[in-house]
């Protein structure tokens, strides 16, 4: 069968496409190949990829490809399908907004739906007290614009963001970002009043939450100053920098520390949002409220689209013309969003995220139970990572990259991540059926006995 046949048979793309894991060709396939050479003749280099493939379709727990294959999807395309790839409501509702209008700009013309996802943000991220929201593009822009709300609300200058973290690829979110390859080399300089504060990270730390935290209060009071911080920057559990979940204790020790001194506690939830780590929010798995939340990523079933959502009074600091861009809360995106909302509140995927990560945990601590190169398994929900070492416990990336490669060549999208390039990370979209995950794990595990 090529791709093309199955194309005409799921008109929807999406959900009909038949859920498995099918190799026709080797990868990548002559018409992939053909594409990659296109792509490295046009594209700029900088920008890589992880599976040398062409997709032509996508659903549920699966990316299809231009020769016909059919790969098990471990990673949404960075913990954005989580809904599922063409969700049928996101399909619809996409199509119906598309064919009515496709742009105004908010700021010249509102219309409904922007002013629905900041009523649904609002009411579904942690913590019942007012809140307002504003929409972005990308999940840069909606940590950029966090930073300046929480500028602008405080008064001060700095931000101290962690070890680990990740925020994005834009000038100021490169210097939040901690990883200097590839994220931020050679990319300089970088904006000023950004400082940087130790993570708990328990498998290589040792200490307890409240000593994590007590360590990188006293760093932030030693090197910045309440008096000059408006903001402190964290992922509740860290994405690119390796799926880090901190102990117990360290992350509300943080948020009462910022209230107690008058400094935004801002969570960048955008990979972990949206039902992935089995909570709507991963603040919740925490006991935490921030006072700002920025989301994106799983948002709206694969349209770009991001959101800063916080305390009323903070979020209103700003003056009429200082937050918004001409495309943050395009009215097509607006309509996934509501879409994905809705599914993700009606079709158990909280639940279901639930137990796609009983599954991993499960398989991949049996997996390290019989395979000491398996450091640590770690996460919460469908957003789980396994840290490779070596035998005397150091970070083991050369193993990691030739574990992920040996996975795509047989059908499995995986990612790798951290900030010593030793994880790899597992992020199916929430549409995965048991099935597809198990049979994806059998390949990472045949792939690391292998190497
Ligand atoms: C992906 C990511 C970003 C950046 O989002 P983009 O849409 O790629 O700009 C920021 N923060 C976290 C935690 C992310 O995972």
Redesign the pocket.
């Known amino acids: 069968m090529t791709a093309a046949d199955t194309l005409t048979t799921t008109p929807l793309g999406g959900p009909s496409l038949p859920q498995e894991r099918r190799l026709v060709t080797s990868i990548p396939g002559p018409r992939s190949q053909q594409l990659l050479e296109r792509k490295a003749a046009a594209v700029a280099a900088g920008v890589g990829h992880t599976a040398p493939i062409e997709a032509v379709a996508a659903g549920g727990g699966v990316v299809v490809d231009a020769d016909g294959n059919s790969l098990i999807d471990l990673g949404s395309g960075?913990?954005v399908t989580s809904v599922g790839n063409a969700h049928p409501k996101v399909v619809e509702a996409v199509q119906a907004q598309v064919a009515q209008f496709t742009h105004t700009c908010f700021m010249v013309s509102p219309y409904e739906s922007y002013v629905a996802v900041a009523e649904a943000l609002n009411r579904i991220t942690p913590g019942d007290h007012a809140k307002k929201s504003a929409l972005f593009n990308?999940?840069?822009?909606a940590?950029e614009n966090a930073i300046k709300i929480a500028r602008k609300f405080t008064k001060k200058p700095a931000v101290v963001a962690f070890d680990h973290g990740?925020?994005?690829?834009t000038n100021l979110?490169m210097a939040l970002t901690a990883k200097a390859m590839p994220y931020k080399s050679g990319f300089g300089p970088f904006a000023s009043e950004i400082y940087r504060a130790p993570l708990s990270y328990p498998y290589r730390d040792g200490l307890s939450g409240a000593d994590a935290a007590a360590k990188a209060i006293s760093i932030i009071e030693k090197q910045v100053g309440a008096d000059n911080l408006a903001a402190v920057i964290i992922?509740p559990i860290q994405?690119?920098g390796g799926f880090i979940v901190p102990a117990d204790g360290f992350l509300p020790a943080i948020v009462d520390w910022c209230r107690a001194n008058d400094v935004v506690f801002i969570a960048?939830e955008?990979?972990t949002g949206f039902a992935r780590t089995g909570a709507m929010f991963a603040s919740e798995i925490f006991g935490i409220v921030p006072d700002l939340i920025?989301t994106?990523?799983g948002i709206a079933g694969g349209l770009p689209l991001?959101a800063v959502t916080g305390r009323a009074e903070i979020m209103d600091a700003s003056h009429a013309g200082g937050l918004g861009g001409t495309y943050g809360g395009n009215p097509v995106a607006c309509a996934a969003a509501l879409a994905s909302i809705e599914a993700f509140e009606t079709e158990g995927l909280i639940e279901r995220a639930r137990e796609i990560g009983a599954i991993l945990t499960e398989r991949l601590t049996q997996i390290q139970a019989g395979d000491p190169r398996v450091g640590d398994v770690r996460g919460h929900g469908a957003m789980i990572a396994a840290e490779f070492v070596t035998a005397d416990g150091s970070p083991d990336a050369a193993l990691t990259a030739a574990v992920a490669k040996a996975c795509i060549a047989e059908g499995v999208i995986v990612l790798t991540c951290g900030t010593y390039g030793n994880v790899i990370r597992f992020l199916p979209p929430l549409a995965i059926t048991d099935d597809l995950l198990h049979e994806g794990i059998d390949v990472v595990a045949a792939a690391l006995a292998a190497s």
């Open positions: 960075i913990a990308s999940g840069a822009e940590v990740y925020h994005g690829r979110t992922e994405g690119e960048d955008i990979q920025t994106a990523k991001a």
